[in-house]
């Protein structure tokens, strides 16, 4: 399973985008991209996926480079909920031998 | 709209007691985990089930079992609760096509003394 790399901690403004770069040099062919965010007390949630280029939802985008080996979640224009750790996940399927690992995530802190 | 439900939101229990989290979806996913994270060690995932009666042991499955019965239903079993099992408890489903997708439940916070 490939394992992940991501700044511990993050500090950002209202108003201003924020990405996040999450490294996994060992990604393997068939692996996925996978963030997802929690707030405190709560479990975890599904943010967006990809294999590679650029992915965009309502929340977030994901950039990931030819090599992906590395990926940045960007988050436009956050706001004061946008506080939260953010997990960046690699992996293809929790089968035996790959599983699902989320690290120790990188904190964001939104100020006004 | 997408529901994992946790039977309590918080547990305190004694040493050595039998103790059951029960965790409920309405997705119809085939896949349900259980996790338990603790504050510098993150979320570590315990057991994965990808289909009814059937377990994969996760990173931390010593003294644990889980029981998978219904589709929709996961359990959680510390058969002789310990200290060290103090936690958060966290439940999450996927469908079998999108394992990384997960649903997560609200959490339950043991608390065994």
């Known amino acids: 399973l490939a394992k992940t790399t991501q700044p511990i901690s993050m500090d950002s403004y209202e108003g201003q985008e924020v990405n996040i770069t999450c490294s996994h040099n060992n990604i393997a062919t068939n692996d996925y991209i996978t963030w997802y965010q929690q707030f405190p007390s709560q479990g975890p949630r599904f943010i967006i996926q990809?294999?590679?280029t650029k992915v965009t939802n309502e929340v977030a985008s994901l950039f990931i480079p030819a090599d992906r080996k590395s990926s940045t979640l960007s988050l436009p224009r956050v706001s004061l909920s946008d506080t939260a750790v953010y997990y960046c996940l690699v992996g293809d399927s929790p089968n035996a031998g790959n599983m699902l690992t989320f690290g120790g995530g990188t904190r964001l802190m939104v100020k006004p | 709209d997408v529901k994992v439900t946790q039977s309590s939101r918080y547990l305190v229990k004694r040493t050595g007691e039998k103790v059951f989290l029960e965790c409920v979806q309405d997705m119809d996913h085939e896949n349900m985990f259980w996790y338990r994270q603790d504050p510098g060690l993150g979320l570590r995932l315990i057991y994965f089930s990808y289909d009814v009666k059937m377990k994969e042991k996760g990173d931390i499955p010593e003294g644990y079992s889980v029981s998978r019965e219904k589709k929709e239903r996961f359990s959680l079993i510390l058969e002789s609760a310990s200290t060290n099992q103090t936690s958060m408890y966290l439940c999450a489903s996927s469908l079998r096509a999108s394992p990384y997708e997960q649903y997560f439940g609200p959490g339950t916070r043991l608390t065994v003394t």
């Open positions: 990809g294999y590679k």
